[in-house]
């Protein structure tokens, strides 16, 4: 009768807003779930609110476990399903920037155990999406994970949080426009599965960000509210989809490949907004809107350059002619950019 079908996971409680931290807790008592929290977190997101979190749980009556962790690699994830095996660990809670969140969500997909997503830097689209990125050798899996149960964003916490790392979240969204731009592209040529729904709402999400883009200025509150919004509608534009198309084409193949051979990858959101205004400028030519990605970028403090990246010219180049083998995801790449190429896209929109 139907030849399609779709599933839809979404977050049940996604509660943001100043001092929510302090609610952990409660949102969490809401679901009914059984057992104790095991909080992941890492060194510097313990100090900011992991410490907090777990105070919070043990008031609530609750026993709470917690692993630190130092990177986001599959050695990590293993460590923290050894404990998350645990009978008595009932779900898990990860409290840290978006290497803690995706570890979590992948430990937590391993165990069948759900887990909170409690984010304490607004820097990337993961706080909220059913989708675990971890780099493994030369490749990188964004695999299918369990998305959060509840999202617990604490405005003050994140307006607190250093700016760059705002940046790079409001930066992450801006590449929601190459994104969709690859994800159609796929479509058209590839018969690549495309949600209408999934990519209005991310490129939706995107325009709004640029719209308000005047009121994103550094210890201004209100900035971390605008920005953790824009996030959680990207990860639901995900969810919806079932993939990170949405919020991922060519701009973050690029970006993990520097992940992969920068001696100093710069942070995650702000290579994938530079790299955003190579392939806008690859999707729509000189005259097209790259010159717009990259004064948005530029509008909110982004870097806009290798130089600003902190990235070797080099290396960037490197990055485009090879980005398209990281993973099987047809983009504007397509097969590969010859060098020739890539120093002629990188030099008319400035990045080098
Ligand atoms: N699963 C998904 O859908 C998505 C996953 N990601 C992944 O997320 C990762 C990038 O996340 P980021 O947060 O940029 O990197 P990150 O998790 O490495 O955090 C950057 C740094 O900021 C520190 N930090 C976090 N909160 C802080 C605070 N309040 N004060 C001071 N320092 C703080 C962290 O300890 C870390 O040193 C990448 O691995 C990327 O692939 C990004 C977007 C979507
Ligand atoms: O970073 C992402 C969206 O912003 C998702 O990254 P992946 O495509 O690696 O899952
Ligand atoms: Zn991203």
Not at 89 to 94: A, E, N, Q, S
Not at 294 to 300: F, G, N, P
Not at 321 to 332: P, S
């Amino acid at each position: 009768m139907f030849d399609k079908s779709t599933w839809i996971r979404l977050p049940r409680n996604v509660v943001v807003g100043h001092g929510v931290l302090d609610d952990a807790a409660a949102a969490v008592e809401e679901l009914r779930l059984h057992g104790d929290p095991l909080v992941v977190t890492s060194p510097t997101p313990a100090k900011v609110a992991g410490d907090r979190v777990v105070e919070g749980f043990s008031d609530a009556g609750f026993d709470p476990r917690v692993v630190r962790i130092e990177e986001a690699t599959f050695g990590a994830v293993e460590e923290v399903i050894e404990v998350a095996a645990s009978d008595d660990v009932g779900y898990l809670v990860g409290v840290g920037g978006g290497k803690v969140i995706d570890v979590t969500k992948m430990a937590g997909e391993d165990v069948g155990k759900g887990f909170v997503s409690v984010p304490t830097a607004a820097s990337h689209d993961g706080i909220v999406s059913g989708r675990a990125s971890i780099p493994e050798g030369d490749t990188r899996h964004s695999v299918a994970a369990e998305p959060p149960l509840a999202v617990v964003a604490d405005t003050e916490i994140l307006a607190d949080a250093p700016w760059e790392l705002t940046t790079a979240g409001c930066a992450d969204i801006i590449s929601n426009f190459t994104a969709v731009r690859d994800w159609e592209l796929a479509h058209r040529l590839k018969n690549v599965e495309y949600h209408e729904y999934a990519g209005a709402l991310s490129r939706m999400t995107a325009e709004m960000l640029v719209e308000n883009a005047d009121s994103i200025r550094p210890e201004l509150e209100e900035s971390a509210w605008i920005v953790t919004k824009a996030l959680v509608s990207s990860g639901v534009a995900m969810s919806i989809a079932g993939s990170s198309r949405p919020a991922s084409g060519a701009e973050h193949l690029i970006s993990h490949q520097l992940d992969r051979i920068a001696p100093e990858p710069a942070l995650h959101g702000h290579q994938v907004g530079v790299a955003s205004i190579m392939t806008e400028y690859l999707h729509s030519g000189p005259k097209g809107q790259w010159q717009d990605i990259r004064d948005a970028l530029a509008s909110i403090d982004a870097p806009t350059t290798a130089a600003e990246l902190g990235i070797d010219e080099e290396i960037v180049i490197e990055a485009l002619t090879t980005a398209h083998e990281i993973r099987d995801r047809y983009t504007i790449l397509g097969d590969g950019m010859s060098e020739a190429a890539a120093r002629e896209a990188a030099n008319v929109t400035g990045v080098i």
